[in-house]
């Protein structure tokens, strides 16, 4: 019996907790409707989203992913990129935690299953609502999470590493880590492991702040990232498999429906602004009407290449060779850059609708926070580098032959 078959024989044979209790979409309301409340405070004081996490947690949103077995709701990767919608209509620096987030947590269920250690990070996500950051970035060597300099020393049952960790959102509110890193001292720079680690196996000591145009709340300071742990927080599968089968597929899916829910939210604005500005006019559409026009097409646009994506990823999600294929590949890379250029481009559009309304910080109409955040998605590993990487990928892939290929 393989992964799959394993852990669907397990939740057919257990009933799902949502059965009696409120919908993975009433919780996601819930959540958003708290992160709402506090979204500008987030947003003016860098603040980590504390009563936004609190909600979370009590709806169990953190664990929703995690098998039956292992306590959690055996939510789908559309159930969760859901919730990153819907919260990032809220509150954008929400949804990309919880985004971030269970993109770890996927790592640690598809890769870890069968090995006690990832096995009890399981539980604890789902029991302990434990919350996971992210290191990839490292040094100067921005986005480019595939080259790692620190390397995991290996000594008996124990490994230690000591990393530059430029940036890491939410490090100090996180109750665990995923971070890569050289295989072994003498290992190419390629040559990486993923490790899963629990709060007591490592400490942080801050070496940068987060003062940034948007995004403030993620509070995605730098550290310098120092491991000290029992040697089975090492995944034994290299990272390089990691990376194509879900690291990038659950970071690209949740991150482009968070700008989504970003742009949605520029997006009812603008649409609320059109329809004051034509009450207090007779029925006559504001000049800027066309630029609305525009945000919903190109809203529609963005929701139904995440959606053509999350069906891909669905299909293959549990077939190895279909998840390696250049086709699907260079789609989910690609789709971080596309999503976040629409992203941007729909919450241009939704401001421009309103005008001085949507530039200003202040007022109903005011979508200052949204562009500011939004304006992040681009640079996150930035789609320059995305695009040099994919070169010589997308020449080779081919060009479809009928419109449903
Ligand atoms: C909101 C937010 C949260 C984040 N959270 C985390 C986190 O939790 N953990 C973490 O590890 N990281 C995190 N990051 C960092 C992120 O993942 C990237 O590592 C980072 O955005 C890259 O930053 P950079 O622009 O300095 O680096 P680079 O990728 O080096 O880009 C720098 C410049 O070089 C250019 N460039 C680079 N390579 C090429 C190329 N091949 N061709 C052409 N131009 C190129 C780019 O256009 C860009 O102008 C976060 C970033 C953001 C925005």
Redesign the pocket.
């Given at each position: 019996m393989n992964v799959r078959e394993a852990v669907q024989t397990f939740d057919e044979a257990q009933p799902s907790p949502l059965e009696h209790g409120p919908s993975l979409i009433e919780r996601a309301a819930r959540t958003a409707s708290v992160a709402a409340a506090e979204a500008d405070g987030v947003d003016r004081d860098a603040s980590f989203p504390h009563k936004a996490f609190e909600a979370a947690r009590e709806q169990r949103l953190l664990g929703v992913m995690i098998p039956v077995e292992f306590g959690g709701f055996g939510a789908s990767i559309h159930d969760v990129t859901d919730i990153c919608y819907t919260l990032g209509r809220a509150c954008a620096s929400t949804a990309?935690i919880y985004a971030?987030h269970q993109t770890k947590v996927a790592c640690i269920i598809r890769h870890g299953h069968g090995i006690p250690w990832m096995e009890t990070m399981m539980r604890r996500v789902a029991r302990d609502q434990w919350l996971l950051?992210?290191?990839?970035?490292?040094g100067?060597?921005?986005?480019?999470?595939r080259a790692s300099a620190a390397a995991v020393d290996h000594a008996g049952d124990t490994v230690s590493l000591v990393r530059d960790?430029?940036?890491?959102?939410?490090?100090a509110q996180a109750d665990g880590l995923v971070t890569i890193a050289r295989r072994a001292t003498e290992a190419a720079a390629s040559d990486q492991v993923l490790l899963a680690l629990a709060k007591d196996d490592y400490s942080l000591k801050q070496t940068q702040g987060w003062e940034?145009l948007?995004?403030r709340g993620?509070c995605?300071t730098g550290f310098e990232l120092k491991v000290d742990c029992p040697a089975d927080r090492v995944f034994p599968e290299a990272y390089d498999k990691i990376h194509a089968q879900t690291m990038t597929p659950f970071a690209h899916l949740c991150w482009s429906s968070t700008w989504a829910g970003i742009a949605a939210a520029s997006v009812t604005r603008a649409q609320a602004f059109v329809r004051k500005a034509a009450r207090n006019s007779g029925g006559q559409m504001p000049p800027a009407a066309a630029h609305f026009t525009a945000a919903k097409m190109s809203l529609a646009k963005l929701r139904a290449l995440i959606a053509a994506n999350l069906d891909a990823f669905a299909r293959a999600e549990h077939d190895e060779r279909a998840l390696s294929s250049l086709d699907f590949q260079s789609s989910i890379t690609l789709l971080k850059v596309q999503a976040s250029e629409l992203a941007v481009e729909t919450v241009m559009h939704a401001m421009r609708t309103a005008g001085l309304a949507g530039y200003r910080n202040d007022g109903e109409f005011t979508m200052g926070r949204h562009l500011r955040d939004v304006l992040?998605s681009p640079?996150?590993?930035?789609?320059?580098?995305i695009?040099?990487?994919a070169a010589t990928a997308t020449l080779m892939s081919g060009i479809p032959t009928s419109l449903r290929d």
């Open positions: 990309m971030m950051a992210s290191s990839t970035t490292e100067q060597n921005g986005g480019n999470i960790a430029t940036v890491i959102s939410y490090g940034t948007g995004m993620t995605s992040s640079i996150m590993i930035n789609n320059d580098r695009l040099a990487n």
